[in-house]
DNA sequence: TATGAATGAGCTTTCATTCAT
DNA sequence: AATGAATGAAAGCTCATTCAT
């Protein structure tokens, strides 16, 4: 019956837009509260179905947050061991999360408020690769540190979670206020005032006392 | 009758009981995934006994947040317009938050997990109080803008948000890794190494290119 | 602690005054409806006390009925071997509805409602007590139609129930309008009016084609 | 796969069954006492089966009594200005409510106690249309009133309520007595009886006074 | 592949009733 | 006599999941 490429293509497909209309609902009401209904009605299709790719709604979810980690291993693993800093290493990351943002603000939306907040849905198996990002980029800001790039008087894993606590927070307003990002500029814009604040913090860089 | 001085006090005593024990259940399930029968179970009543003092399940959740917010805003109001400088504005609201966490870690994490990063249990009002606190909070930077303390090349709600989220974050390393604040010192050191990071940033004070 | 005339008038006095407000209530609401805080509420008094004074719910339901049922059967009996005519004898029936309803027009409501017109709350012994009482209506009626004061084509159960029927039905409007009877006069127009049109029908006097 | 002539055939015959449990139980144990359990047990489905087809209880008491007064209203409006007597529009109405005890005598039983004898169910939409069926019935009264039919020393609002009471009580009999109408023979002397009765009255033609 | 009828565990909420005080 | 805290059965409704077609 399949006449684009494959059978297996076409079954992708749908996969892929069933997971597309997951991150939409989910992203509205939270994965609980997410009914297969909902989810089947925003695919276009019936509740029945879902069950025919998807064994269940924990596996659909699964295969939701598998795209995300899929994706943002790989952009970490391109940048590992190849000598670039630790900034830009952070760097990659940011540039993950804004890209994904750009192209799946709801994708994004879930990691952060179903995954980085919420324990509620930490299975260990989930735990287990939440944890090896963290540990992942504790590496990198360690390296930082011992590179002297870094402070070195607040522990990695401090730093780690600010940094990733700030990022979020970015992607969060972005979110909250439904704010697109337009153009590469402002793209280039945010990611650098982000990097900015983690390093350099809010402080005016010249203040009154200084004068 | 009641053992302690009125029976109003008995009241409240166990109002609080059950509010206790719905902050550790809704901090353990979430929210939704919350039962009465736990929150009974945790109180060591039964489930009806709930509904004698709670209107419903919704009216137990607004009790809580109702416990948060009252503490947060009388603290924040303490420290309004008596000339101090917004950095110890910022300082007294991560005061509270430490506190509170030493005293309620369940508190703390339901107040991050269920309002500050979820927009699923936002009714109307929820989201009034909430926006409130972000808008006492941007005030104070933009007051720290306007006395050049902090910097105003990133916009005042940005800097704010970014506070409060490297707040959470921190917070949330407790939380995760329930880890108790161990006397004083401790939490001096915390309050000070977040101020420390969010003020001058991540950035080692004496980079290597300075030699 | 009683000290109107005895410890047993006071008793009797509570009673009926819960009694008066479960009539309102159940009136209001329905009797399943109608909920024991709710009679409390209205009696002025804690819902545990009605335990005192009645056994269940069902039981002062009960005690509501026997203030119907005493008053309509010493009303019957007082006409019955008198040697006053089946007219006379309907009409007292007529008399305490209109009485009752003067005095208690929620005790009238909720024995239409809740007996005559439903068999939901008919237990054995309360559907004994109201068969009782359509018996001996019939036996008026039947006496009636022996005297051939009413018309013996229609069986005495249905000229009983049409002439039941009608007399609800009246007191019904006034229920339903909430219509209090003003004075003497209107309700000797009512009850000529009742009887009028059971014994007389509807039917023009004067029809046109007499003319 | 329908065996009959469409899927929706074979939905609409379901809605059916359901409603027929739903009306053999709410005539059984009144609306509020009518559980879901019972109905889908009665239906031979699970009880979630029903929330497949109505969307809540009252959903589907509303269809019942939907089932009700179409066709009533259906019936009046067949009569109305077709050049018909008073009394024949009345007759309809009759001829409808004896149709239906014949049909469905569930149904009858339920709009008499649920809806003309009760208050409790009234939600505002169902009095609206129970008011509408009151004010068409008074038309015709009152149009025979005009014509010199009906006696005019009684308000028409009184007649009609007589003599639907009497209509009422009429069917109560047969309900309560759960009399089956048997053959048209009866059914017409049933009908007839009740008119003879609202129009000509209880009184015996020939009574005994007269002589 | 695709549908949606069918199931039933599970949850919130209500409320009659009991009982310690 | 009087209170209201406490209990738990029961009911309405939701929704993940299964399965016949």
Known sequence: MAQNRS???????????????????????????????????AAGISYGL?????????????????????????TMEQFQNRGVSPEEEL??????????????????HIVITEISRSSVNLTPDRLAVFKDFIGRTEKIVARGQGARVFRSDIRARYLTFIFLGALESFVSILVLEGRPIKGRGERQR???????????????VDPPTRQ
């Open 7 to 41: 059978g297996n293509d076409v079954k992708k497909e749908k996969e892929s837009a069933i997971i597309d209309a997951a991150c939409q609902v989910i992203r509205a009401k939270g994965f609980h509260q997410a009914r297969i209904t909902d989810i089947a009605q």
């Open 50 to 74: 879902v069950y025919h790719y998807f064994k269940s709604k924990a596996d659909l979810f699964d295969a939701i947050l598998k795209e995300w980690w899929t994706g943002l291993f790989s």
């Open 91 to 108: 760097d990659a990351i940011v540039g993950y999360f804004l890209d994904q943002y750009e192209k799946r603000p709801d994708l994004v």
């Open 190 to 204: 945010i990611a650098v005032a982000l990097q900015e604040v983690f390093l350099n913090g809010a402080k005016a």
